[in-house]
């Protein structure tokens, strides 16, 4: 195996010969502004247990799990290599950023998906700052969990002042005893349920709990940049003991506040900035929580033994500056509806496969689809075929998403930012949050807004990855 994959990284170096000649060094600025560099995609063995000897075979980016941690500025310029090492085609999408229709990664949709040995540039320029990450787009409830994430870092101009940033990327696999992948990726019970979900909890890429310890000096203050990369598992995090601000969410400042007493909810693919103070004495001994399903601890937090950084704490920290990111204008907003049903709990449902109407028991079991938007369930090979809806570049789009299936489901856009007007009708109690993914609640509908000014054929889907492979996923076209 080892030589097959350095036969294919030759291959595909040769192949890249002309464009190497240009980019002389991979990971080093090229010329101040841009910068190039080479993400490998492949299979290798790593430790996700300390404490333990087994290896697991994972799946990710120039053999680290997670992915590499890409920082840039914002307005950067930059240029990814995507080369697939793997024995399976693969692409590579930027969740959340607004590049350009073409870089957006998503196969039979942006582009064709690279083949083993094969490889693709992304090129585009950072408009945005924020806390965003990189996952493929093709087959992705198999290829996100085996590992294939990572973080995507762009820095704010001017970014609030703290002592110390720490990214953390929160995820889960499904492993057998020997610490492998069950390999069962594309469960029907997984697929009409609730997605896959793990069976170990990872914090960039290592096991949680409370053995696992975080250390932090009393009087310091953290931003912490969090990415859930779970396919399907939704977290609810709390940090008791120490001061927690909410900053940011998808990346995009919000009017700092206290995160809500139940927890901060993350479902799949969302980010959030934290500023954390410690104001814990020296030498407590505190843990952060997650209750998404029970209560857990992800980590223990050990606040040193040393004198406080500082006798008071810093000031409220300071709103993040926004990005540019157009308002939409409700009042002259074109209203599209979005319907969701399916899943194994809940009514009966017709679905349209591939122009023919059938019932949901024949739509799981012929076509392993369990999920409709405007009954209709796509496969993800039928999305070269047509968009779920078209709108005109520079509509202003309120969308109603009326979620009639007794499942949560985090509902992210491509290409764009939307604004949150309504939940079941009544006005959003945050109308400052900017979101790429918001969490649809069961039988719950969402209005939510945005200026279409980015042309393109982008996706909609559900961010719980199987439910997107079970027919949760569509396009919205925006014509120039
Ligand atoms: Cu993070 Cu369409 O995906
Ligand atoms: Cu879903």
Redesign the pocket.
């Known amino acids: 195996m080892k030589h097959e994959t350095i036969n294919h990284r030759r291959r595909s170096l040769l192949q890249a010969g002309a464009a190497l000649a240009s980019l002389p060094s991979w990971g080093l600025a090229a010329d101040g502004k841009g910068r190039e560099v080479l993400l490998r995609a492949g299979i290798f063995d790593q430790r996700l247990d300390p404490a333990q000897e087994a290896l697991t075979q994972v799946w990710g980016f120039n053999n680290e799990f997670p992915g590499p941690v890409l920082r840039y500025r914002k307005g950067a310029r930059v240029a990814h290599r995507l080369v697939n090492e793997l024995r399976q085609e693969t692409t590579l999408h930027w969740h959340g950023m607004r590049v350009p229709n073409a870089m957006d990664g998503v196969s039979m949709v942006t582009q064709a998906a690279v083949p083993g040995g094969g490889h693709f540039d992304y090129r585009f320029a950072l408009r945005d700052s924020g806390t965003f990450w990189y996952h493929p787009h093709h087959n992705s409830f198999e290829q996100v969990p085996r590992g294939l994430y990572g973080a995507f870092i762009v820095e704010e101009e001017r970014p609030p002042e703290v002592d110390r940033e720490e990214v953390w990327v929160l995820s889960d696999m499904r492993l057998d005893e020997g610490r492998q992948q069950i390999e069962d990726f594309g469960r029907l019970r997984d697929i009409g349920n609730e997605g896959r979900i793990g069976n170990l909890l990872l914090l960039n890429g290592t096991v949680t709990g409370p053995e696992r310890q975080w250390s932090v000096r009393s009087g310091e203050r953290l931003r912490l940049r969090l990415i859930n990369a779970a396919s399907a598992r939704t977290f609810r995090l709390l940090w008791p003991g120490l001061t927690a601000m909410l900053i940011a969410l998808d990346g995009q400042g919000i009017v700092p506040r206290p995160l809500p007493p139940e927890g901060l909810e993350l479902g799949s693919g969302m980010r959030a900035d934290l500023i954390v103070d410690c104001l814990a004495a020296p030498g407590s001994q505190l843990q952060v929580l997650d209750r998404g399903r029970g209560e857990r601890v992800l980590i223990g937090c050990q606040v040193r033994d040393e004198s406080p950084l500082r006798k008071k704490p810093l000031g409220a920290p300071m709103r993040l500056a926004a990005n540019d990111i157009a308002e939409p204008d409700l009042a002259r907003a074109v209203d599209h509806y979005i319907m969701f049903q399916g899943g194994m709990r809940g009514g009966p449902v017709i679905g349209m496969v591939d122009g023919k109407p059938t019932k949901i028991h024949e739509l799981i079991e012929q076509h392993g689809l369990a999920w409709t938007m405007n009954f209709t369930a796509q496969h993800e090979h039928a999305l070269m075929h047509e968009p779920m809806l078209g709108v005109r570049q520079g509509e202003h789009v309120l969308l109603h998403l009326i979620n009639e299936t007794d499942?949560s489901?985090p509902m992210h856009l491509h290409g764009h930012f939307f604004r949150v007007v309504a939940v079941n009708g009544k006005r959003y109690a945050h109308p400052d949050e900017w979101r790429d993914t918001v969490m649809m609640a069961p039988r719950t509908s969402l209005d939510i807004a945005f200026v279409a000014d980015n042309p393109g054929e982008w996706m909609f889907h559900?961010h719980?990855l199987d439910?997107a492979a079970g027919g949760?996923m569509g396009t919205i076209a925006v014509d120039s």
């Open positions: 499942y489901h559900c719980i439910h949760m």
